[in-house]
């Protein structure tokens, strides 16, 4: 019996938790709503030359958006896209469009959700990967990931203040992302070479991506901005009205209709007796007679 | 009952007193919904000045916003700035003619859900938002930066929300694209609370 109790209370605070869980999923009403996602494109490999980057909606052959000459470095805004299967081709800058793409890819964009497409590794390693990227930081916290895109330092590790973001990321990897409490801190990026300071504005409530790249002399960190949301909170709706404009009083004719029924009662009444009064004028006042 | 001459005569007069009383209550409450107590605001040109760059991936700070323009609904504004109240609420104009930008939402045109407040009505009849919840999916809502560039976005989505069910989560969660709320307030009035019982919220995305 007791055992039975405990299992039913363990279930109902599971069914809690996963409620509670469920909650901060819903990234974007408007975009749930449209049923649109994103998708932004990448080319993060450092000795492969400029490309172009191709977006085909799934089963028709005219690219929805082209992107030419993307060098290393280079990172579209996000693209607002109608849910469901895409694909993405690189192709050699200047390459004719009907030409076979050097890389494709394909993507499968849930409404909500962001996605990054990014060519990623060494030129003759080159590979298109899809990247689900993080819309929502837990409160007052920043999500944090770090792409590591730089030849130069091969291995690297990222910190942000005294917190490790990421820990001996190898060359064309990608981190998770992490919550840090945003405190101004500069993000330091240390590998078998000299170690780099940038100073990186993350904000409460915005998901990053650093991207470590080669620099002109040793290694440059880009600041993506993944998403961003209010710095603080207000607590519930907003009173945004007096009631000028609100219909006053019962909007509902109940009371005058009430009083013209009450009104008719009486007046029938009062005719009808008056009328029995002038009809027999010696039955009533008995009294009298 | 009506014993006498007079009760009779008095209950008769009485009624048709209150039938009159009835009718004319019933003619002067009942005409006011057939005909708008506050005509809609007529539709106002599209403004013009250069369009602001679309926030690349590295986004910088933009310029703040300064008016807005909602064509569709009639709505000229200039922009305040709204805090929190000391109850950490949304902080509404002071006037129901200005409506107010939300300085702890990004700035509009700038990545993330910029808020925008304004009153539906004052004491008196109609505020600047009062057309807000006419706005369909389609309709362009303008706003005019401090750089005099005009940042554009299309309305998304129309909804109305009882205010103890308010979406905080839809309204001031982070977007990875340039959005606006315009936040006001409908649905019944109540008059104890002094008090709209809903929120009408407008979601627009900037347009590319």
């Known amino acids: ?289 | 009952m009506l014993a006498g001459r007079p009760a009779a005569a008095l209950a008769l007069a009485a009624g048709l007193a209150a039938m009159a009383a009835g009718g004319a209550g019933l003619i002067l409450t009942q005409t006011h919904p057939s005909t708008p107590r506050w005509p809609a605001a007529a539709v106002l040109p599209t403004p013009t000045g250069p369009i602001a760059a679309r926030p690349g991936p590295l986004a910088g700070p933009v310029a703040a916003p300064v008016a807005l323009t909602i064509p569709a609904i009639g709505v000229r504004t200039s922009l305040i700035r709204l805090g929190l109240t000391a109850s950490g609420a949304l902080e509404v104009p002071p006037t129901a003619a200005i409506a107010g930008w939300y300085t702890g939402s990004p700035q509009p045109g700038a990545i993330g859900p910029a808020v925008i407040a304004g009153h539906i009505d004052s004491r008196r009849g109609p505020g600047v938002f009062f057309g807000l919840s006419r706005l369909r999916p389609g309709d362009l809502v303008y706003v005019r930066r401090a750089d005099q560039t005009l940042v554009v976005f299309r309305v998304t989505l129309v909804r109305t929300y009882p205010k103890d069910q308010f979406p905080t989560g839809n309204v001031y969660g982070s977007t990875p694209d340039p959005e606006l709320r315009l936040i006001t307030c409908g649905g019944t009035f109540d008059p104890q609370l002094r008090s709209y019982l809903n929120n009408v919220i407008v979601y627009a995305s900037e347009i590319t």
């Open chain 1, 1 to 289: 019996m007791e055992f039975h109790r405990y299992i039913r209370r363990l279930i109902v605070l599971m069914a809690a938790f996963g409620w509670l869980a469920a909650v901060p999923a819903v990234a974007s009403a408007s975009a749930n709503a449209a049923g649109t996602g994103w998708i932004r494109l990448a080319h993060l490999s450092p000795n492969t030359p400029a490309v172009d980057v191709y977006l085909y909606s799934f089963g028709n052959p005219a690219a929805q958006l082209v992107l030419r000459h993307v060098g290393y470095g280079v990172v579209s805004p996000y693209e607002a896209v109608a849910a469901g299967e895409y694909s993405v081709a690189m192709r050699g800058a200047g390459a004719p469009a009907t030409s076979k793409p050097v890389l494709s890819a394909s993507v499968d964009v849930v409404a909500g959700d962001a996605y990054t497409v990014a060519g990623l590794g060494p030129e003759s390693a080159l590979r298109l990967q899809v990247l689900r990227d993080d819309l929502s930081a837990p409160s007052g916290t920043a999500l944090v990931r770090i792409i590591q895109a730089s030849l130069k330092q091969h291995v690297v590790t990222v910190r942000y203040g005294g917190q490790v973001l990421a820990s001996n990321l190898a060359f064309g990897s990608v981190s998770s992302y992490q919550p840090v409490s945003p405190t101004g801190a500069a993000v330091k990026v240390s590998g078998s070479g000299a170690d780099a300071d940038s100073a990186v504005t993350l904000a409460a409530g915005s998901v990053h991506t650093l991207v470590v790249l080669d620099g002109t002399s040793g290694v440059q960190i880009d600041n993506l901005l993944d998403a961003a949301g209010t710095s603080k909170v207000p607590a519930g709706a907003a009173a945004t009205g007096l009631g000028g404009t609100a219909p006053h009083g019962s909007s509902f004719p109940l009371t005058w209709l009430a009083l013209i029924a009450a009104g008719v009662l009486s007046a029938l009444a009062g005719g009808l007796r008056l009328r029995s009064l002038s009809r027999h004028p010696a039955y009533i006042p008995r009294h009298r007679a």
